[in-house]
């Protein structure tokens, strides 16, 4: 397994390992919640958490020791935050398919149920929120979201944040058994996961996105092999072009027909991943809206540092 090198800190709050699953699905449910285990193979190594409570914040990583799917019937009363560290997980959630890695997070909220396909090598990085912690605003905010990029703005300043804390020995233990400090963490993570200041003064900035933005991305998700443009966006989310493109740089950081393209990327990717080698790369690509096989070899290998055929399918190993 390749584990961060930056969670040294992390690491010294192990919770347990284990060859069982058994035992690791119960040892998890003391701390999480309720779930079931299914190996994917016959192989399974040793299931491992480290877990450490900071204020009204649980963060923590979890490795199953193999690939493995994970079925949540309902979160446990608390906001649940997850990518990945190592590997990869493909999350069924509120009706969608989310590739989860170190660039995307799944957030699922009190009640909300979930599915996860972990990769061999996959260890979560995962941080439970405490609605306390939270106020009725935040709370909306983040239980809106199912899931969010970590790749620029304040989500990718939560997600180093998130690692440094973990990272650091001293830190992680001062704010794990003073309540002062605990809090302080505690403070600026739950803030940057719902806002930050802006370098002029200005007023917060939430990093999740408006309503308006989000109907336009489930309308790009549903219509990935289409091929849409930048009005027909903006009709599906009830907005301007202008008003849809700002919102877009604003939240996203990028434009709506830029991220269509990531979307498709990912999506591609994800098919790749799970066909048979018979299925031929130009019938994926083209399935996924890219009708010029060039620039969609160019892109792919610009966004996950490798050609699509050299992607690993279903049944392959690295």
């Not at 190594?45 to 204020?55: A, K, T």
């Not at 996959?122 to 899931?147: F, H, N, V, W, Y």
């Not at 739950?190 to 408006?210: D, K, Y």
């Not at 091929?227 to 903006?234: K, N, R, V």
Request: hydrophobic share 40%; net charge neutral; proline share 6%.
């Amino acid at each position: 397994m390749r584990s961060d090198p930056r969670l040294p800190a992390l690491r010294r709050h192990r919770l347990f390992e284990s060859a069982d699953l058994d035992e690791t699905r119960e040892l998890i449910s003391q701390v999480m919640q309720p779930h079931s285990l299914l190996p994917q193979g016959n192989v399974h190594g040793r299931s491992h958490m480290d877990f450490v409570r900071v204020g009204k914040l649980g963060i923590g990583t979890i490795h199953f020791g193999g690939a493995i799917q994970v079925d949540v019937e309902a979160v446990d009363g608390y906001f649940l935050m997850m990518f990945c560290v190592a590997g990869h997980a493909e999350v069924r959630a509120a009706g969608r398919k989310i590739v989860v890695d170190d660039q995307r997070a799944v957030i699922r909220a009190p009640g909300e149920s979930f599915s996860a396909l972990l990769s061999p090598d996959c260890e979560q990085l995962i941080m439970r929120i405490d609605p306390a912690s939270l106020t009725d605003d935040t709370a909306s905010l983040i239980g809106a979201e199912t899931s969010v990029s970590l790749a620029s703005g304040p989500m990718r300043a939560w997600k180093e944040q998130l690692k440094l804390v973990a990272s650091s020995g001293d830190l992680l233990n001062i704010a794990a058994h003073n309540p002062t400090v605990g809090a302080n963490v505690e403070s600026l993570l739950i803030g940057l996961l719902c806002g930050h200041e802006s370098g002029h003064g200005g007023s917060p900035q939430p990093a999740i996105a408006p309503r308006f933005v989000r109907r336009a991305e489930e309308f790009m998700a549903a219509n990935l092999a289409a091929p849409i443009q930048l009005p027909e966006i903006a009709g599906a989310a009830g907005v301007p072009v202008r008003t849809l493109s700002e919102g877009f740089l604003r939240f996203r950081h990028t434009s709506p027909i830029n991220l269509l393209r990531q979307m498709r990327l990912e999506r591609a990717r994800q098919i790749i991943r799970e066909s048979a080698a018979e299925l031929r790369v130009a019938t994926i690509a083209l399935d996924c809206g890219f009708t010029h096989l060039g620039r969609f070899a160019q892109g792919y290998r610009e966004r996950f540092g490798e050609l699509p055929s050299e992607t690993p399918r279903r049944g392959q190993l690295r």
